[in-house]
């Protein structure tokens, strides 16, 4: 067993944890990144993401943006009700921005952070698998095997950003489950993308049709049963059952690529910081696919906890007054994405007779309020802080 020293490590090496390692690069610190996959690149992940314009411009300060292939713009944003009149329509020019948001795949912005990181002067270790962590006087220390061998790490900041089972037994997160799965999966349509996603509501749950390339990334959330169902039909039942569900706003839809089901539920820590421990991203809170929020927002954590982080440097780094800093930060921003999401789920997924209309209602009044509509597009894009 080797034991170890480091101000800062980094447990997980997907987007948030690389965007918090870069953020923190070529500021004379110590900073350990562990990765318990044994590849660099994350190849096999199918999903796409939907950035918000917020996102894109950290991503920028990380110079991690202008490297990434296959970015396709979102410029305007449709947000209508299953089998009613009201619809919202949400656009960057009423904002004064180029685009809403940015579709592109996972693998993609993974290697782009992992070529940022591949420059810098933080240490990564892949294939080291985290198996517990343990704070006492001024640090935390990690245990956990790499090369067929146990080893320690004593960091003055443990940062958990790989989704949080860590901590689970220690401290258990508070689960929502929505008995709802998303399927996810590329389609294509008679009529070509332009620019334009849409954000249905269904009594089933929320569907999402995202322009990306030639056609569109379909998130589809159902029962769980019903979603398993979806996997196994033929591509022609799948794609007239998704003509039902949706309309013809694209036009016919024409192809549909692999798919592949996710169950979805909101997980949140009670706490997300603890001493000299903090958490990041989804072991903070995974958050419904609905107005894709969660990826946005745990981009906001790594940068904020950066900005934390070196606001304490050198001497209060992993402090009590540096952790109490960074959740007063992250409080509004983290507080208002898990209820408008959750909310938006509660709300919209039903068919209760008496709510149906007054939804409806609810979508057109804000479509012709312009305060109204910026107010709730700038939370989209930025976040409750930006």
Known sequence: MTISNCDIAIIGGGPVGAALAVALQGNDLNVVLLEARESEINTTDPRSLALAYGTRLLLQRLHAWDTIP????????????????GHATLRAEELGVSEMGYVLPYTALHAALQQSLQRSDIHCLYGAAVSDLRSSGDCTTLTYRHGGKEHTLSARLAV???G???????HPPEITDYG????????TSTQPPSGKAFEHFTPQGPMALLPYLDGYELVLTAPHDTAQAMLAWDD?????????????????????????????RLRRAPDITFPHTVLIGNAAQTLHPVAGQGFNMGVRDAWELAQAILDSAPDGIGSAAMCAAYRKSRRIDRNAGIRFTDGLVRLFSNDLPLLGPVRSAALTLLDRIPPAKKFVARRMMFGANG
């Not at 713009?73 to 209508?80: L, Q, S, Y």
């Not at 709802?180 to 389609?187: E, F, K, L, N, P």
């Open 180 to 187: 709802q799965s998303g399927v996810i999966a590329h389609v």
């Open 160 to 162: 958990v950003a790989e």
């Open 70 to 85: 296959n970015v396709s713009n979102i410029k305007t944003i449709e947000v209508t009700q299953k089998n009613t009149s």
């Open 236 to 264: 022609a039942t799948f794609l007239r059952n998704l003509q039902e569900h949706f309309g013809d706003r694209v036009g016919t839809f024409t192809g549909v690529g692999p798919r592949n089901c996710y169950p979805l």
């Open 164 to 170: 949080g089972k860590l901590l689970e037994a220690s």
